[in-house]
């Protein structure tokens, strides 16, 4: 039998291909001053904004002629973007106007009407079919028969004996053999402290009442195909003193190592769940209690090995002061549910609970009765989806639902 490479392992490759060039498509628009889709398909003029966005999006390796629409909107040299383009898909990108080959001329052949009228035409050669000639002919044949058939044994056998696998496509980036050091924003050492005691605070800041815990707010999220080692969040809608933040993040295609959260107000986030699935998708959870109000102004930063992209969301919730269980687990592509029950945490009446998976192809993940679902963070087929309810009983507790992607779910109880 002839040994093949799974047909998982090959699609693994090809998306890690299309990853890693949809990432350097992305930077290129950064740098040249992130224009829209509409706006560079105005000024590739053949390609449409749809298929720019395609590109960029990692799903698949685009053509050539739209990587070309692509560089040319942002200004890149088109020359070098060729050559990236044929290391991605291993094949010469087709020139735009191919040459076209002219037959070479027959000469005319001479006819009846152009010989002399004294010239008699040749008669037609003919070969005599006597005894000799047949058996001439049929040794001919017997022996190319055999040569045929000793040429197929010999080729079957050497790609029986000699067909070496194909070597497995590099990740985008080796994992380091230790931990970066947390890169820490500028933002991040001004005014760690918060305001002068003493000093007037904005409504924002009031002190939260006691109630049964509930989200508040979601006031920062991002998702992006950029690999890379951090990011930084800006807060988009204010936090209320005394609530607590729930971070929930998924790292694609990451590294073994410290993950920090931090926010500009010093607030010491705590890692409450984290889990790895066999494609090295990650999926964590960290939590901050009692924090400082923050504003607009104010910004979180997230520090990792390395990630092909990443997913994270920020939640407020309120009524919750302390993450006291855990579970996790994974699975593969091909089923119908996910669930943390393996490993299963303890609830008390009146917990928090926060369930949040991250997938990868398949259908979106679904959580079960009960679950209040958060908005989702979706990009190309990778999704991180989060929700929430509060137990009505004492007793084991899982985050449970129905999905047919590859999977990696945490459950976190929050008191």
């Known amino acids: 039998m002839v040994d093949r490479e799974p047909q ?21 628009r950064r740098e040249a001053g992130q224009p829209s889709f509409r706006t560079m398909a105005k000024k590739a003029g053949s390609i449409s904004h749809t298929a720019l966005y395609e590109a960029a999006s990692g799903s698949r390796l685009p053509s050539w002629p739209t990587t070309r629409a692509y560089v040319q909107a942002c200004g890149g040299d088109e020359a070098e973007w060729r050559r990236r383009w044929s290391a991605a898909t291993g094949r010469e990108a087709a020139p735009e106007n191919p040459p076209t080959r002219t037959p ?61 696998p194909v070597a ?19 933002a991040t050492d001004v005014d760690a402290a918060g305001p002068p005691a003493g000093a007037p605070r904005p409504a924002t800041e009031q002190p939260a009442t006691a109630a049964d815990p509930a989200w508040v707010a979601r006031p920062a999220a991002d998702q992006q195909a950029l690999p890379g080692t951090d990011v930084v969040l800006p ?27 931090t926010d500009t107000r010093g607030d010491p986030f ?6 790895t699935d066999s494609r090295r998708h990650r999926v964590l ?44 687990a994974h699975g593969p592509s091909g089923g119908t549910t996910f669930t943390t029950s393996a490993t ?54 899982a985050a449970t639902g129905r999905t047919t992607s590859q999977w990696g779910a945490v459950l976190t109880v929050f008191h």
């Not at 001479?110 to 058996?135: L, Y």
């Open 8 to 28: 998982a392992e090959e699609r693994e490759q090809a998306r890690t291909a299309a990853e890693s060039f949809a990432a350097e498509l992305c930077r290129l």
């Open 104 to 164: 070479p001329a027959v000469p005319p052949q001479p006819t009846a009407s152009d010989r002399p009228a004294d010239e008699p035409s040749a008669p037609p050669a003919v070969t005599p079919a006597g005894p000799s000639a047949r058996g001439h002919r049929l040794w001919t044949h017997a022996v190319a028969l055999l040569v045929g058939a000793l040429v197929g044994v010999c080729s079957t056998l050497g790609v029986l004996s000699f067909h070496e």
């Open 168 to 186: 497995a496509a590099p990740l985008p980036q080796d994992c380091p053999t230790e931990d970066p050091a947390p890169v820490r924003s500028p």
């Open 235 to 261: 807060v988009f809608s204010p936090v209320v003193r005394g609530d607590a933040l729930v971070v929930t993040m998924m790292l694609t295609s990451t590294c073994p190592g410290s993950v920090t959260v």
């Open 270 to 275: 705590e890692t409450a769940g984290d889990v």
């Open 285 to 328: 959870v960290f939590a901050a209690f009692g924090v400082p109000a923050l504003t607009t102004a104010d910004s979180i930063h997230v520090t990792y090995p390395h990630a092909s992209k990443y997913h994270i969301a920020v939640d407020e919730f309120r009524g919750i002061s302390v993450a006291r269980g855990t579970a996790q």
């Open 344 to 397: 299963p945490a303890t609830c008390a009446r009146g917990d928090l609970m926060v369930g949040t998976a991250g997938t990868n192809t398949g259908t979106a993940p679904e959580f079960g009765t009960g679950w209040t679902a958060l908005p989702v963070l979706a990009l190309s087929s990778y999704r991180l989806t989060t929700a929430y309810q509060v137990a009505t009983a004492d007793g084991p507790c």
